[in-house]
């Protein structure tokens, strides 16, 4: 087989720089080791950036997110017993966020692609790839019971933390950075009425979120101990500790509901640098890792790609490769940039093991700020819908 883009995994990296190769005229090939069907159940949240919003919407796969996305012109800061809002809408000149989840925006690229022909391989086994460093890479994988060797100009490792691509690279060529947090957060999916903006509440218990997935399904998460189990909570016990988190002097609360979900999520920043190595080129969770807070996750892996896809474009347009050597800086620094921010939201949100009363005290006193201060309002929201 011969292609001029190889794209390992089927995430939202490697469906949406098919997509945008596809409109550029460059040929792809995506293998995936897991089932359309599982791809497109994976339940995982989306806060969309205005950036990702617009991207999706200028090539055409944003019609069921205009329709179906949910914008959040705001969020809420809950301390002290009460909702403090800062409009992100209003401070950022009318951009936003748009609560839109990841398996939705799978759904539309898959579709797309298919729509156009594209050659997407699901299900394939034994992904492996080679001659990394050469001018023809190449991926080896088996699908429908055939082995195939398939030669290319580039690879795209899209295939996430646990994939093939990154731990392909020399050891010696790449510098890992990691930061494991002392929590993880449970989260539950439950069939209610949603709050209209987002709420990330500060207590003395520990973090908890507010979230939306459609106006009738809420996301909700809280702080719990990394080793905790699904099994230790009932959804009595849960809805106990939402309420011991959430409610307050003001008697704002949330809906209970019927939980669909339950599961339990590390929290963890990680990064590679570079992000290329040879021909081959690292995007999304294959490069770094954002804990949630910061709702940064996809929106980097739509960026890598944006980029790499503008590499991709000069060079089969000019010879010229400078686009694609500076790929891994200019990624980085946005990468960076979320990063800072995640763990800085991360910082004043979460009670840490060794926090004493001195550090709760600097948390209410930063949280306070934010939600008064014009300025620090103002670099929060310009952060939150996407710092370019």
């Known amino acids: 087989m011969r292609t001029q883009v190889a794209i390992v995994g089927a995430g939202p990296a490697g469906l949406m720089l098919s997509h945008l190769l596809h409109l550029q005229g460059i040929e792809s090939v995506v293998l995936e080791t897991r089932s359309r069907a599982a791809i497109e159940a994976t339940l995982r949240a989306g806060v969309l950036e205005q950036g990702t919003v617009d991207l999706l919407t200028e090539t055409g796969v944003g019609e069921r997110l205009a329709r179906e996305g949910y914008p959040h012109h705001g969020l809420y800061f809950r301390f002290d017993g009460n909702n403090h809002f800062i409009n992100i809408f209003e401070l950022m000149g009318g951009k936003t966020v748009t609560v839109y989840p990841q398996h939705e925006v799978i759904k539309d690229l898959v579709k797309a692609r298919l729509e156009a022909d594209g050659d997407i391989r699901f299900e394939t086994e034994n992904v492996r790839v080679s001659d990394l460093d050469s001018n023809m890479p190449k991926v080896h994988f088996r699908h429908a019971g055939q082995d195939y060797e398939l030669d290319c100009d580039f690879i795209a490792?899209?295939?996430?933390?646990?994939?093939?691509?990154?731990?392909?690279?020399?050891?010696?060529?790449?510098?890992?950075?990691?930061?494991?947090?002392p929590f993880s957060w449970f989260g539950i999916l439950a069939e209610a009425p949603?709050?209209?903006?987002?709420?990330?509440?500060?207590?003395?218990?520990?973090?908890?979120?507010?979230?939306?997935?459609?106006?009738?399904?809420?996301?909700?998460?809280?702080?719990?101990?990394?080793?905790?189990?699904?099994?230790?909570?009932?959804?009595?016990?849960?809805?106990?500790?939402?309420?011991?988190?959430?409610?307050?002097?003001?008697?704002?609360?949330?809906?209970?509901?019927?939980?669909?979900?339950?599961?339990?999520?590390?929290?963890?920043?990680?990064?590679?640098?570079?992000?290329?190595?040879?021909?081959?080129?690292?995007?999304?969770?294959?490069?770094?890792?954002?804990?949630?807070?910061?709702?940064?996750?996809?929106?980097?892996?739509?960026?890598?790609?944006?980029?790499?896809?503008?590499?991709?474009?000069?060079?089969?347009?000019?010879?010229?490769?400078?686009?694609?050597?500076?790929?891994?800086?200019?990624?980085?620094?946005?990468?960076?940039?979320?990063?800072?921010?995640?763990?800085?939201?991360?910082?004043?949100?979460?009670?840490?093991?060794?926090?004493?009363?001195?550090?709760?005290?600097?948390?209410?006193?930063?949280?306070?700020?934010?939600?008064?201060?014009?300025?620090?309002?103002?670099?929060?929201?310009?952060?939150?819908?996407?710092?370019?």
């Not at 392909?168 to 947090?181: D, F, M, Q, R, S």
């Not at 520990?206 to 809420?218: D, H, K, N, Y």
């Not at 800072?340 to 004043?348: K, V």
């Open 157 to 181: 490792g899209c295939d996430g933390s646990h994939g093939v691509c990154r731990p392909a690279i020399p050891a010696n060529a790449l510098k890992v950075l990691e930061k494991v947090y």
């Open 194 to 388: 949603t709050v209209e903006k987002l709420i990330y509440s500060y207590h003395e218990k520990g973090f908890a979120l507010v979230s939306s997935r459609t106006p009738q399904i809420q996301r909700m998460y809280f702080q719990v101990d990394p080793n905790d189990n699904v099994n230790n909570w009932s959804d009595e016990r849960v809805w106990s500790e939402f309420h011991a988190r959430l409610d307050g002097e003001d008697g704002w609360t949330f809906h209970e509901g019927r939980i669909i979900k339950k599961d339990i999520i590390g929290m963890r920043s990680y990064v590679v640098e570079p992000m290329q190595y040879g021909r081959m080129f690292l995007a999304g969770d294959a490069a770094h890792i954002v804990p949630p807070t910061g709702a940064k996750g996809m929106n980097l892996a739509v960026a890598d790609v944006a980029h790499l896809s503008e590499g991709l474009n000069h060079f089969y347009k000019t010879g010229r490769g400078e686009l694609l050597d500076a790929y891994s800086a200019k990624c980085l620094r946005r990468v960076w940039r979320a990063e800072h921010f995640s763990w800085w939201m991360t910082s004043m949100l979460h009670r840490f093991p060794e926090d004493d009363k001195f550090q709760q005290r600097l948390q209410l006193s930063q949280l306070r700020y934010v939600t008064s201060s014009k300025a620090a309002a103002y670099s929060l929201a310009e952060n939150y819908v996407g710092f370019e």
